[in-house]
């Protein structure tokens, strides 16, 4: 079934740990798929089922592909014989893997491949451009600013006008993922740290007002019918803990529940906000979207255009809880690949 498939994974993003882990899981349930592991200096390593597989501490602990460089570079492996007639499953996360980058070298070659397209991946991948496109259609957003990247002395004035409008603000780069860089901004005292830690960055941030309410993520695949939510998973931090990388992946601090313990009419305004961001971006595949749910409704924070697939990620666990089987949604999503020029 998987002869022709290529797991892709890796890349040079903050997010290639959970891609290492995401393409364990994937690999397990596609056997017969080569594998393709993508270096930080972008070459690419064909790597044995049996030493993805014996990886240990995939969240923690960066991955040796132990077999010489097959191809300099994916443009490179795309173009040679061994790149044609494939169907790639993308399982890279963050970085030129999620921003369009990789996808529109695919399109460019007409090369079948899992998930958004270029322009869809990029849109999503820029939180303030996925507010807009989001906004647009009538979803609730929490108020935001962006701050261009400059020095510490020049962002703390700005940090600092945003407690003149409120007393909580959530910071993240505008394009990055899994929660790495997230600043939490609750006390003027935390202003000198942030500002240099944002100017160390060199990444343009968004800045969040703090929205008091439940955290929620659902994920949406595209069925034959179009697009359907999943059941919803909920999100909880202890007392001054924050949903940061070490709570997402080495459970510091996290409670995760899916599905969650809300009302149905909750849940059905948090799985119409997910269809919708969905298809606001142009979402192709699957998706998952993050929000908050307040007492006068869901607020849209960010979506997620591949989604992490380890074991412990959010899509895996909400089909499960919708009596869905993780394989037969991979089959498809290969088939929705295939199907991309028609």
């Given at each position: 079934?998987?002869?022709?498939?290529?797991i892709?994974?890796?890349?040079?993003?903050?997010e290639?740990?959970?891609?290492?882990?995401?393409?364990?899981?994937v690999s397990?349930?596609?056997p017969?798929?080569?594998?393709?592991?993508?270096?930080?200096?972008?070459a690419?390593?064909?790597?044995?089922?049996?030493?993805?597989?014996?990886h240990q501490r995939a969240?923690e602990?960066e991955?040796d592909?132990?077999?010489p460089?097959?191809?300099?570079?994916l443009?490179?492996?795309?173009?040679?014989?061994?790149g044609?007639g494939l169907?790639?499953?993308?399982?890279?996360?963050g970085?030129?893997?999620?921003?369009?980058?990789?996808?529109?070298?695919?399109?460019?070659?007409?090369r079948?491949?899992t998930?958004?397209g270029?322009a869809?991946?990029a849109?999503a991948f820029?939180?303030?451009?996925?507010k807009?496109l989001?906004?647009?259609?009538?979803?609730?957003?929490?108020?935001a600013?962006?701050l261009e990247?400059?020095?510490?002395?020049a962002?703390?004035?700005?940090?600092t006008?945003?407690?003149a409008?409120?007393p909580?603000?959530?910071?993240?780069?505008?394009a990055?993922?899994?929660s790495?860089?997230?600043?939490h901004?609750?006390a003027?005292?935390?202003l000198?740290?942030?500002a240099?830690?944002?100017?160390?960055?060199?990444?343009?941030?968004?800045?969040?007002?703090f929205?008091?309410g439940r955290?929620?993520?659902?994920?949406v695949?595209?069925e034959?019918?179009?697009?359907?939510?999943?059941?919803?998973?909920e999100?909880?931090?202890?007392?001054?803990?924050?949903f940061?990388?070490?709570?997402?992946?080495l459970?510091?601090?996290?409670?995760?529940?899916?599905?969650?313990?809300?009302?149905?009419?909750?849940?059905?305004?948090a799985q119409?906000?997910?269809?919708?961001?969905?298809?606001a971006?142009g979402?192709?595949?699957y998706?998952?979207t993050?929000?908050?749910l307040?007492?006068?409704?869901p607020?849209f924070?960010e979506?997620n255009?591949?989604?992490?697939?380890?074991k412990a990620?959010?899509i895996p666990?909400?089909?499960?809880?919708a009596?869905?089987r993780?394989?037969d949604v991979?089959?498809?999503?290969?088939e929705l690949?295939?199907r991309r020029?028609d």
């Open positions: 079934m998987s002869n022709d498939v290529v892709l994974f890796g890349g040079s993003s903050s290639r740990l959970v891609s290492v882990a995401s393409a364990q899981n397990a349930l596609l017969g798929a080569a594998l393709w592991f993508l270096t930080r200096a972008h690419v390593h064909v790597v044995a089922p049996e030493t993805l597989a014996a969240f602990a991955f592909p132990r077999s460089v097959a191809f300099p570079s443009e490179a492996a795309l173009d040679a014989p061994a044609r169907t790639f499953f993308l399982a890279l996360h970085g030129a893997g999620e921003d369009g980058s990789l996808q529109a070298l695919f399109e460019a070659r007409r079948p491949f998930g958004s270029a869809a991946s849109r820029d939180k303030a451009v996925t807009a989001v906004g647009a259609k009538g979803a609730r957003l929490a108020a600013e962006v990247p400059a020095s510490a002395q962002l703390t004035p700005r940090l006008a945003l407690f409008r409120a909580r603000w959530v910071l993240k780069p505008v990055d993922g899994s790495v860089g997230l600043i901004l609750t003027p005292e935390q000198p740290e942030a240099g830690r944002i100017a160390a960055s060199g990444l343009r941030y968004l800045a969040e007002q929205v008091a955290e929620l993520t659902v994920g695949v595209d034959a019918g179009g697009p359907l939510a999943l059941p919803v998973s999100v909880r931090t202890a007392p001054g803990g924050a940061d990388y070490a709570g997402k992946y459970g510091r601090g996290t409670e995760e529940l899916t599905p969650a313990p809300i009302s149905d009419g909750e849940r059905q305004q119409a906000l997910a269809v919708l961001a969905h298809q971006v979402c192709r595949g998706s998952r993050d929000l908050i307040t007492a006068e409704g607020v924070l979506v255009t591949l989604p992490g697939l380890t990620s959010f666990q909400q089909l499960t809880a009596g869905r993780l394989d991979l089959a498809w999503q290969l690949a295939r020029y």
